[in-house]
T-cell receptor, first 116, second 116 residues
Framework: DVKVTQSSRYLVKRTGEKVFLECVQD?????MFWYRQDPGLGLRLIYF???????EKGDIPEGYSVSREKKERFSLILESASTNQTSMYLC???????????????FGPGTRLLVL | AQKITQTQPGMFVQEKEAVTLDCTYD???????LFWYKQPSSGEMIFLIY??????QNATEGRYSLNFQKARKSANLVISASQLGDSAMYFC?????????????FGKGTRLSVIA
């Protein structure tokens, strides 16, 4: 069974803290994505990675960075958390190249982050 | 660039009735895929159904069917015989099909409530 896991389901942090959200997939997928979900706005892409040590900015990268040191792990970093980063964060992965053309992205369970 | 529009923020349907969730899209790509996801209150994204732009027949998966009208750029989800467990957020998404490297673009979602 395919699996994408995220390190926390719920997280409470203080303004200014450095926050790490971890995502791990066990499907040997090349591509991994971080989305942010807010009511009325749907899912918006923050960053994605199509290979180890590679990253691409999505639609809303400001205030975030990412790290992909191993194929199975993709980390989202909030260098200095702010209250407007309170949100639901979803990680996803998919097979790369033409193999993933007609495939769905596989999602993790999400992390609900509250920044106080 | 791709864009997904879901014009219904919320919908109500009586149990056992059918319901149609609207989705229109805009893209300059000739080959693309359309996806529908369900997100219950627990937060996980559940893949429901896929339609490729060159697929000759409309996709069906159990009680879910996709009413694909390419000329109108619409990909509406039809849920037949609604059940209480269908109450959730529903997202329409798309991406080009030339590789799995391209991220999904999501609509803002429709919240479906099934009434007993």
């Amino acid at each position: 069974d395919v699996k994408v896991t995220q390190s926390s389901r719920y997280l409470v942090k203080r303004t200014g803290e450095k926050v790490f959200l971890e995502c791990v997939q066990d499907m040997d997928h090349e591509n991994m994505f971080w989305y942010r979900q807010d009511p009325g706005l749907g899912l918006r892409l923050i960053y994605f990675s199509y290979d180890v040590k590679m990253k691409e900015k999505g639609d809303i990268p400001e205030g975030y960075s990412v790290s992909r040191e191993k194929k199975e792990r993709f980390s989202l970093i909030l260098e200095s958390a702010s209250t407007n980063q309170t949100s639901m964060y979803l990680c996803a992965s998919i097979k790369g190249g033409t193999g993933g053309r007609r495939e769905t992205q596989y999602f993790g369970p999400g992390t609900r982050l509250l920044v106080l | 660039a791709q864009k997904i529009t879901q014009t219904q923020p919320g919908m109500f349907v009586q149990e056992k009735e059918a319901v149609t969730l609207d989705c229109t899209y805009d893209t300059s790509d000739q080959s693309y895929g359309l996806f529908w996801y369900k997100q219950p209150s627990s937060g996980e994204m559940i893949f429901l159904i896929y339609q490729g732009s060159y697929d000759e027949q409309n996709a069906t998966e159990g009680r879910y069917s996709l009413n694909f009208q390419k000329a109108r750029k619409s990909a509406n989800l039809v849920i037949s015989a609604s059940q209480l467990g269908d109450s959730a957020m529903y997202f329409c998404a798309m991406r080009p099909l030339w590789s799995g490297n391209t991220p999904l673009v999501f609509g803002k979602g429709t919240r479906l409530s099934v009434i007993a």
